[in-house]
């Protein structure tokens, strides 16, 4: 699949089978974040990758509208440092999170970003250090409807490019 195909066929899936992911796919996913380019290249991210279904679902409890978490085969928590260090970071992590979604996409597997509001209580569940944080986590598992992967994208979902750029000036 080009690159520009999976950009324009890419949407969110918030159903997933109950279907484990193959190691080599998720190691794929994670290695397209790893991958992703940041400023200066400083990396500023860790992932938590969770597979265990217990984890899953307290963690879609942490955002009342985190509960594709629940069902998802993997979910990646995406940790970095304070934001208000550097707006950067969250420009990287969002890099991150969208080369994993593209690779995942890629290979049949749908995903979905969770914004993380309760950081508290997402923190007590992963056990990360309380100088990081987490913002998103993004599940990740095979779509319960397998054509959602080659539907064509609805007429109007998108604004047109002539509504949202400007050339040279406003």
């Not at 997933?16 to 380019?37: C, K, M, S, W, Y």
């Not at 990081?132 to 604004?159: C, E, M, N, W």
């Amino acid at each position: 699949m080009q690159v520009s195909e999976a950009i324009r066929m890419k949407r969110a899936v918030r159903e997933f089978q109950d279907q484990p992911l193959p190691e080599e796919v998720t190691n794929t996913i994670l290695n397209a974040g790893r991958r992703a380019q940041s400023a200066k290249n400083t990396q500023p991210w860790s992932f938590i990758a969770i597979q265990d279904k217990s984890t899953l679902k307290a963690l879609s409890k942490v955002r009342e509208f985190a509960g594709h978490l629940a069902g998802a085969a993997l979910a990646v928590a995406i940790i970095t440092p304070d934001p208000a260090e550097r707006f950067s970071i969250m420009l990287d992590a969002g890099q991150a999170a969208a080369y994993m979604q593209l690779a995942a996409w890629e290979l049949g597997v749908g995903s979905c970003l969770a914004t993380i509001f309760d950081r508290e209580d997402a923190r007590q569940l992963l056990a990360y250090p309380p100088d990081l944080h987490l913002f998103v986590a993004i599940s990740f598992g095979y779509p319960v409807d397998q054509a959602y992967l080659t539907r064509p994208p609805q007429k109007g979902g998108r604004r047109s490019l002539d509504d949202l750029v400007h050339w040279e000036k406003w």
